[in-house]
T-cell receptor, first 113, second 117 residues
Framework: DAKTTQPNSMESNEEEPVHLPCNHS???????IHWYRQLPSQGPEYVIH???SNVNNRMASLAIAEDRKSSTLILHRATLRDAAVYYC??????????????FGKGTLLTVNP | GAVVSQHPSWVICKSGTSVKIECRSL??????MFWYRQFPKQSLMLMAT?????????EQGVEKDKFLINHASLTLSTLTVTSAHPEDSSFYIC?????????????FGNGTRLTVT
C-alpha cells in the first residue's frame, strides 16, 4: 500500500486556520486521499476525501497538489473540539467493497485557547 | 449521518475468560465491517475484515481462533476475545461501510476498552 507522511504534531490557536500537510509521493493514479480524525478515547471520525480536485465540506477543506503527491487538510477556524489526531490515508481503488484503510501515526493537533 | 454503535464501551475481565464485543450499524446496511485494535499512544491496527454471511479475513499475525468474528447480519458483527490474557488489553474499534464502497467512507464505533486482569 502507498504510504503517507505526516508531521507528528502541530499546534494552533483557537479561531485561527490550521493547515495539516500530508505527503504521499508514491500515490497511484486511482488512489483516493482520505482524512479521518480521532478524538481522545473515541473511534476515528471521517473528515473528508478527494481524488484530484479540491474538496470542501462543513468540517474542512482538502487541497490536493496538482501532481497528487501531497495534500493539505484545512480547518478554517480551529476550535478546542478540533484537538485530535488527524490521519491522512490513501484508499486503494482495487478491492471493491473490501478496500482496507491502513492507519499511520497521524498528526496530533493541539489547539490553544 | 451514518451511525455505528459499539457495545460495551468498556469491560474488565479475568484472565482466561472470553469477552464478546458487538458492533451495530444503526441506520444503514453494513456489507463490510472491520475490526481494529489500538494500544496506548499507537495507531489503529487492522485485525480483520468481515463480510456478511462469510468468514472473516484476518490480517497477518492475528490469531483467528483467539479473535472470533461473526458477521451474521447486515447490521451486526461481533468480536469475541477468547481465553483473554493481560496482553489482550487494548482499545478495540469496529468500523462499517455500506454497499456503495466507492462513495461511502468508513464509519467507526466509539471503541471498547478491554482490560484483562
Amino acid at each position: 500500500d502507498a504510504k503517507t507522511t505526516q508531521p507528528n504534531s502541530m499546534e494552533s490557536n483557537e479561531e485561527e486556520p490550521v493547515h495539516l500537510p500530508c505527503n504521499h509521493s508514491t500515490i497511484s493514479g486511482t488512489d483516493y486521499i482520505h482524512w479521518y480524525r480521532q478524538l481522545p478515547s473515541q473511534g476515528p471520525e471521517y473528515v473528508i476525501h478527494g481524488l484530484t480536485s479540491n474538496v470542501n465540506n462543513r468540517m474542512a477543506s482538502l487541497a490536493i497538489a496538482e501532481d497528487r503527491k501531497s495534500s493539505t487538510l484545512i480547518l478554517h477556524r480551529a476550535t478546542l473540539r478540533d484537538a485530535a489526531v488527524y490521519y491522512c490515508i490513501l484508499r486503494p481503488n482495487s478491492g471493491g467493497s473490501n478496500y482496507k484503510l491502513t492507519f499511520g501515526k497521524g498528526t496530533l493537533l493541539t489547539v490553544n485557547p | 449521518g451514518a451511525v455505528v454503535s459499539q457495545h460495551p464501551s468498556w469491560v474488565i475481565c479475568k484472565s482466561g475468560t472470553s469477552v464478546k464485543i458487538e458492533c451495530r450499524s444503526l441506520d444503514f446496511q453494513a456489507t463490510t465491517m472491520f475490526w481494529y485494535r489500538q494500544f496506548p499512544k499507537q495507531s489503529l491496527m487492522l485485525m480483520a475484515t468481515s463480510n456478511e454471511g462469510s468468514k472473516a479475513t484476518y490480517e497477518q499475525g492475528v490469531e483467528k481462533d483467539k479473535f472470533l468474528i461473526n458477521h451474521a447480519s447486515l447490521t451486526l458483527s461481533t468480536l469475541t476475545v477468547t481465553s483473554a490474557h493481560p496482553e489482550d488489553s487494548s482499545f478495540y474499534i469496529c468500523s462499517a461501510r455500506g454497499s456503495n464502497a466507492r462513495r461511502s467512507p468508513l464509519h467507526f464505533g466509539n471503541g471498547t476498552r478491554l482490560t484483562v486482569t
